[in-house]
């Protein structure tokens, strides 16, 4: 990432906050993540920091992550970081935002998990809306989603966004260590170990021994992507659509940590993290 140079730098962290402001301006509030809880569920804040490309301090003090959203560090060398980070910032930083929390307790840094919207300017006669902060993160590529998402409509929502950066690469999408990875690719999938990648190929198998099931991209589990799902969570997966036996013969695009155990895998605990590419 480093290799990218003080110059390629500077241009990204200009277009982030270029991009990020352009995109901001066009998103509206019909908003499946914004419609999860009532009114009484959200609280409001104004941003005084931002800490990197998916979290910031309110000034109150309280901290604040993204939900369902992941983005590269943005410390030491980390170009593609510093201008996520430059993105978010552009969004909210000075601004008056709405939270939805997620729920449950805050994450292992003590940071709040919210959706964010952010109140643009009322036009004379009506009332300002609140625009949702990940959607211009994600169309720009300076985010991916991340592996928790729940509600369906939130996270058709979020991987439309998603689409747009990725079928045009910018952002992220344009660099290697951030794009698609094979299935197939042993080495790839390797160099990942422990990042959060989103992995696509064909499954050639479905198997389960014991308490788990087994999806297999490869016809050798240490050369190819495996997947993990508990048996217990079955249930869950075949009510999302996605059961996993049917998953046999199907390209998906999954997303998730990269463990190597003997060969790579990804346990995949929630449906969302599994989007069916196509029939065959």
Known sequence: MGGWGPIVLAGLLCGAVLEARAQDSSFDSSSGCAAETSSAGRVTGRVDRVIDGRSFALDDGREIRLASLE??????ASSAGQASRAALA?????????????GGAPDRYGRTVAHVFTTGEAQAGAVAQPRAVAHP???AGHARVGAEIADPACSAELYSHEREARIARRGLWSHPQY???????????VAGRGRFSVVEGKVLSVRETGGTIYVNFGRRWSEALTVTISKRQERIFTGAGREPKALENRRLRVRGWIEVRNGPRIEVSRPEQIEVVAAN
């Open 179 to 189: 794009g698609i990875v094979d299935a197939g690719d042993l080495t790839g999938l």
């Open 71 to 76: 983005v590269p560090p943005a410390t030491g």
């Open 137 to 139: 993160l994600l169309a």
């Open 90 to 102: 552009a969004i909210v930083a000075g601004a008056a935002v709405t939270l939805r929390p997620l």
